[in-house]
């Protein structure tokens, strides 16, 4: 058996390189595509991070022995590879935009078929990968994210906003009707009208408390007792003055000597 040539090698490994290195590979059968149709393809594969390639199916069997089951059977026709691999921006490739692409392509143009592929190490026939097609961009499902994300801070911020805008309603509103929502107008214009407390005089508030009574009240607490004794002894002592007085009057006069 003759040595496989170099240049077949090389390819091999090429390919056996992209499979390892790509998140989904996806077999097409390209029959009656023109060459400018396969250039349009690759160009709108590219800048999702696809890449779109011819090889012989010998040489892709050879590179694809320890591969899922079933992806050699799909290796029958004029058969290319699209890998997801990077972007012209290094990032990396959009699986389900690669999928999308190859499934719009083939209804705009009807000989590209797709019969199935890989995904993470795992077999895809063509409805699978049919499906997979069907899934929203990655940069549609990120803004529903962002929104999904935003929404409860956008309503969380509205409350914030109306509890002070409530209050400054409800605070007009008490203001417009003088007091109280339930208090009637009355009340609150006769408390308004009426006078403020006098103030009370200064002696009631300099008066002395009952236990601090002034110490000079002790003696005429004591003359007013000795009051009464004193006019006793003074009505006693004119009573007897009257009776002497009376004695002397009573009394004879004494006879004149001859």
Known sequence: MENPRSDKVAIVDEVRDRIEGAEAVMVTEYRGLTVSALSELRSSLRPVGGRYKVYKNTLVRLATTDVADGFSE????????????????????????????????????????VKGGIFEGNFMDASELGRLAEIEP????????????????????????????????????????????????????????????????????????????PAEETPAAESAEEAPVADAAEAATEESTEDTDAAEGDAPAPESEA
């Open 74 to 113: 799909l290796l029958v026709g004029p058969t290319a590879l699209a890998f997801t691999e990077q972007t012209p921006e290094g990032e990396k490739g959009d699986v389900v935009a690669v999928a999308k692409i190859l499934k719009d392509f083939g209804k705009a143009n009807p000989d590209l078929i």
């Open 138 to 213: 990655r940069e549609v499902l990120l803004a529903k994210l962002a929104g999904a994300i935003a929404a409860p801070m956008t309503t969380f911020a509205g409350l914030l906003q109306a509890v002070p805008r409530d209050f400054a309603y409800g605070l007009k509103a008490l203001i417009d009707q003088g007091g109280a929502a339930d208090a009637p107008e009355s009340s609150t214009e006769e408390a308004a009208a009426a006078p403020e407390p006098e103030a009370a005089p200064a002696a009631e508030e300099e008066s002395p408390a009952p236990d601090e009574a």
